[in-house]
């Protein structure tokens, strides 16, 4: 038997590997070598030596997965009839009880789980008939569990399907719980058999590869290649290699791919793919002349693709209305005429370049949001402060189809605001704004507002402290919202002894109760902007720290998405005045891009992973 993947924390793992030392088969067990497939042979003499804790394969969560899929390749001799032997089991110490486990007769497959949440616990035997393996010739096998749902494939022929009354537990405990390999802890019932380290499919004559794929045409479809580097199964289908049961991508370090020298400090950025041209990021620098920069993606870098004139500009915002193609820039300070415009850019295909389309009186704009609902276009800029004033209306925009530009829709009551984030749930669309300061604390309520009968109402109020950011984000069917708090600050309350040293707020849409509730909180620097992205079937939040008290050159973190645990930091990330995340991917991998708002460099950084 050789278990070479078992589903559990979103990746295969390889049981029996577990059971063999490093240095090689204990006693016990023996490498063997028959039909030109290596394997190894368990011994009876010692069957408590074939298993391993279950710590070292469950390490972050003590419940076996409810769903997963278990491969085994092994050759049975022939046996009495009547005789039914172990190739797994899971127990419990001191207890006589087969948490999980596969045994097999001279006609039949049983799948055996005990059943803790019936009453007094009960075991559950799902019975696989007309199933010979003891006939001294290889088989692999795939079984399948998902609910009441059981699945056996063997040797790649038709899987056969079985549905029980009882469910595979939904929370099957694993605590002090051992697998053994071929036995169930004794002497009696001991599985002698050679057991492969790879191969699968045997009956179909496939050439097992170890690194590059191996051909797959006419001539090879239906049969399965298992890349033992990468954990992948995968089964021909006469032209391509398909993945059946394939490790993910996991993120493994970080590593620096591009210093991005730019115009000036960069306060954020856009990345963006513009069809049949290529990808950009467009930089919101500081200082006016030279103004803004457009970056290309050109041979696994960014290189200077275009500069746009812009006055301080905090942020950039991509978005198109048909097949038109826009881009919007906030600018926080005057024009040279003493005049306070943001511009909306359209891109000209002629020039290959963006080029001025509206400019809209803004004040201290600090960011753009596009979006669209019922099939109209519409456009909200944050406006930050009016000389003194921190407490002014921000304006949500309407695109005019036949005067091709936007018009004031609705105005909203900020507070010192940096940011506006869209988003949809089911028939619903909201926008959140980040308010930032009110004229004399940061401790102020920022919103959330829900659109109905034509116009954004208030729908939920959270108390943040100087919030620069929402970022939402789904993780299955469940949605979340996280807030970057940056400072606390209140003029009429005693002075904390770190202004920026605050936590920042994940919230979770509660369905019953219609609202956002705190999910997890946060330690953060000065947290200026979130980014949720994903390798792989994993999550992650990266988080920009910009200032710690004492230093603008403090890490940022980015929390890997560990289930019930939360978000738990993965790796630190040197930065410097960091302003902005962006995450992006392209043919040479997966990267993030971040911006600093303290000195004339952005960094490319790529993500390695195995």
């Known amino acids: ?95 006589p009880s087969v948490l999980v486990g596969l045994r097999y007769a001279p006609d039949k497959l049983h799948f055996l789980f005990w059943s803790q949440e019936r009453a007094g616990g009960w075991q559950t035997r799902v019975t696989f008939p007309n199933v010979s393996l003891s006939d001294n010739q290889w088989h692999t096998l795939i079984l399948a569990v998902s609910g009441q749902s059981f699945s056996l494939t063997v040797d790649c022929s038709i899987p056969k399907d079985v549905v029980v009354e009882t469910p595979f537990p939904a929370s099957l405990s694993v605590r002090r719980a051992t697998f053994y390999l071929g036995n169930r802890r004794r002497r009696k019932g001991v599985f002698t058999r050679l057991l492969p380290a790879s191969s699968l499919c045997p009956e179909a004559d496939m050439k097992v590869t170890l690194g590059a794929r191996p051909r797959c045409s006419k001539q090879e479809k239906a049969q399965f290649w298992f890349n033992a580097s990468r954990r992948g199964l995968y089964l021909c289908n006469g032209s391509t290699w398909v993945s059946m049961l394939e490790v993910q991508h996991r993120l493994d370090y970080v590593e620096e791919h591009q210093n991005l020298v730019t115009n000036s400090e960069t306060m954020g950025i856009e990345v963006f793919s513009i069809p049949k041209v290529g990808l950009f990021a467009a930089m919101a620098n500081r200082i006016t002349p030279p103004g803004s920069a457009i970056y290309r993606w050109t041979d696994g870098k960014f290189v200077h693709y275009q500069n746009i004139p812009t006055h301080q500009a905090q942020s950039w915002k991509y978005f198109t209305i048909g097949k038109k193609i826009f881009l919007a820039v906030a600018n926080f300070e005057q024009n040279e005429r003493g005049q306070e415009f943001s511009v909306i850019f359209k891109w000209s295909r002629r020039k290959a370049k963006f080029v001025a389309h509206q400019r809209i009186a803004t004040h201290s704009a600090r960011d753009w949001e596009a979006f669209a609902i019922e099939g109209e276009a519409f456009l909200a800029v944050v406006n930050h402060r009016e000389g003194n004033n921190h407490n002014i209306d921000s304006v949500i925009y309407r695109w005019n189809p036949r005067t091709g530009l936007f018009e004031t829709n609705q105005t909203i009551p900020t507070s010192g605001a940096y940011d506006w984030e ?149 790796h630190q990330l040197p930065t410097v005045g960091c302003r902005d995340w962006e995450a992006f991917h392209t043919a040479e991998g997966s990267f993030l891009l971040y911006s600093s708002a303290k000195e004339p460099l952005s960094k490319v950084l790529k993500l390695k992973t195995t």
């Open 1 to 95: 038997m050789t278990p070479l993947s078992l589903g559990t924390d979103l990746r295969p793992l390889d049981i029996l590997s577990e059971a063999v030392p490093a240095g090689g088969p204990a006693r016990g067990m023996r490498v063997f070598q028959v039909q030109g497939v290596r394997g190894l042979q368990l011994s009876a003499a010692r069957p408590r030596a074939l298993g391993f804790p279950a710590s070292r394969l469950f390490i972050h969560c003590d419940r076996f997965p409810e769903e997963f899929s278990l491969i085994v390749t092994l050759r049975a001799r022939r046996r009495p009839a009547k005789r039914n032997e172990y190739i797994f089991t899971l127990m419990v110490e001191e207890s």
């Open 422 to 570: 869209f988003f949809t749930i089911g028939p619903y669309s909201f926008l959140a704004v980040a308010n930032t300061f009110n004229g004399t604390s940061t401790k102020i309520y920022s919103h959330i507002y829900i659109w109905l009968s034509g116009s954004f109402q208030l729908f939920q109020s959270i108390l943040t402290f100087g919030a620069a950011d929402w970022e939402v984000f789904h993780i299955g069917d469940r949605v979340f919202l996280a807030v970057a708090n940056s400072h606390s600050y209140d003029s009429g309350m005693p002075a904390p002894s770190n202004f920026y040293a605050i936590n920042s707020s994940i919230y979770e849409l509660n369905i019953t109760a219609q609202m956002f509730v705190k999910f997890q909180d946060l330690l953060t620097y000065s947290a200026l902007d979130w980014e949720f992205f994903s390798v792989g079937d994993d999550s992650f939040l990266v988080v920009a720290n910009s200032f710690d008290g004492f230093t603008f050159s403090v890490n940022s973190i980015i929390y890997r998405w560990q289930g019930y645990e939360g978000f738990v930091a993965a």
